[in-house]
């Protein structure tokens, strides 16, 4: 058999309806790459779950859903049995994973994102296990976008906020806190709500400003520009659960 010859016959196993041991390893490789893709970018933002584990999700899903249509075609007809099921076994298994991925931090959650990208590469490996090729590399491009240049918009436009509780010790008594909202409008921290503590028998006031703070606001300029109003024994952050 010539080279040509060979070629033509391999490229015909890669592309049968029927599952193959060609095919099914076009379909491990091709999978391996998508997953490693998302996984470098995870890896980027200094996630835990980078390109290794991204790869073996994608190449797992991939595996089940190549196992789902190969057991049908072989051991009962290739017009029955039901493929789906793997697929649907797939998508709940790989809800652990995810789970995994969020860490939970006295009311901060993070990880919420490489989570759903764990969930998507699965979905790509099962598209690619059914040798919807041009389907899985599109939808890694996507992925990829939102990942990147979402991200980037994001902090353009300012769009993340979080809620933080800034606490302050302050010495005496304050009974108007205006001239802290202007500090926080300043900085363009909106304030959400007061909690106020009166000791006076160590005669200090102890505030806790629950605010709304952006991605890029510049702590340590405003609790500068906080610590002048009054004067001021201890500042800090905290998270809105923790007042």
Known sequence: MSVSEYWECLVESVNAVEMNTAS??????VSM?????????RKRKGQMAGIR?????????????VLSV??????????NGDPGRVA?????GIGFLGAGAIIQMKGSVRGLTTAAGIWMTATVGMAVGVGLY?????ATGLVLVVLTQLDRLEHKIHM??????????IRGIVSNIEAYRTELDHFHVNLNNVYVEYDYDENVTRLNLVVLVRETTDFIQLFAALRLVNPTLSISLANQANI
């Open 134 to 138: 041009w389907l899985s590399i599109i």
């Open 160 to 169: 993340g906020t979080e809620s933080r509780t800034i606490r302050l010790k």
């Open 33 to 41: 790459l998508l997953g490693a893709f998302v996984g470098m970018e």
């Open 88 to 92: 649907a076994q797939v998508i709940t």
């Open 70 to 79: 190969y057991i049908p075609q072989e051991y009962i007809g290739v017009k």
């Open 53 to 65: 584990t991204f790869a073996l999700i994608s190449m797992g899903a991939t595996l089940a859903m």
């Open 24 to 29: 099914a390893v076009l379909r491990l490789v």
